[in-house]
């Protein structure tokens, strides 16, 4: 079976602070995907990340950055000098092997304040 | 270019009643996902199509649930009898489709913006 855990259920930090959104998964398969997704308050999903698991290559866009490490199944999601615009919940999630379907974390509800 | 379209974006209905929700995928995409948003039990994949077939139904909560897909760019997600239980934010989602090393399907979803049901 596979399973995505987001072990933070809120996070509330200071503008421009950095924030660490944390993204333990587990699977048996040897070839899958994660993901990344944001839903600001108006409801949407947004894509953020595809990460296929032979690519261990950290990523930075920006402002954000992801840290993922087969050894600790952990697929980390950092945010520097954080703005009130990235409040929002973010989702981590699995793809596996043979299907096309998404398993989702629970996510976790990041609040920046002024 | 449009994104996914749900309709309606809202509904209200009374128990026992029946609801159905829409969604246009995006032009070219094989495949449509249908989720359901709670509180209680986070983001849950009801069902997903490739190509207008129902490839993995087992997210369905019970027989008063039923979805459709006629064409590459219609799908409906059906509720009847409604319950209360079933109010939450349904989302409709498509990707280009395609699976990639070892068949594991690689491809992001892209998601409408949902239906918030609200079953009294």
């Known amino acids: 079976a596979q399973k995505v855990t987001q072990a933070q259920t809120e996070i509330s930090v200071v503008e421009k602070e950095d924030v660490t959104l944390d993204c333990v998964y587990e699977?048996?398969?040897?070839?899958?995907?994660l993901f990344w997704y944001k839903q600001p308050p108006s409801g949407e999903l947004v894509f953020l990340i595809r990460?296929?698991?032979?690519?261990?290559q950290n990523e930075i866009s920006g402002r954000y950055s992801w840290n993922f490490q087969k050894s600790t199944s952990s697929f980390n999601f950092t945010i520097t000098a954080s703005q009130v615009v990235d409040s929002a919940v973010y989702f981590c999630a699995l793809s596996g092997q043979g299907a096309q379907k998404l398993v989702f974390g629970q996510g976790t509800r990041l609040t920046i304040n002024p | 270019d449009a994104g996914v379209i749900q309709s309606p974006r809202h509904e209200v209905t009374e128990m026992g009643q029946e609801v159905t929700l829409r969604c246009k995928p995006i032009?070219?995409?094989?495949?449509l996902f249908w989720y359901r948003q709670t509180m209680m039990r986070g983001l849950e994949l009801l069902i997903y199509?490739?190509?207008?077939?129902?490839?993995?139904d087992s997210g369905m909560p019970e027989d008063r649930f039923s979805a459709k897909m006629p064409n590459a760019s219609f799908s409906t997600l059906k509720i009847q009898p409604s319950e209360p239980r079933d109010s939450a934010v349904y989302f409709c989602?498509?990707?280009?489709?395609?699976?990639?090393?070892?068949?594991?399907?690689?491809?992001?979803?892209?998601f409408g913006p949902g239906t918030r049901l609200t079953v009294l």
């Open positions: 199509f490739n190509n207008n077939v129902p490839i993995d």
């Open positions: 699977t048996r398969d040897t070839t899958y995907y």
């Open positions: 989602a498509s990707t280009p489709g395609g699976i990639g090393p070892a068949g594991v399907g690689y491809n992001e979803q892209f």
């Open positions: 032009s070219g995409h094989n495949s």
């Open positions: 990460r296929n698991s032979f690519d261990e």
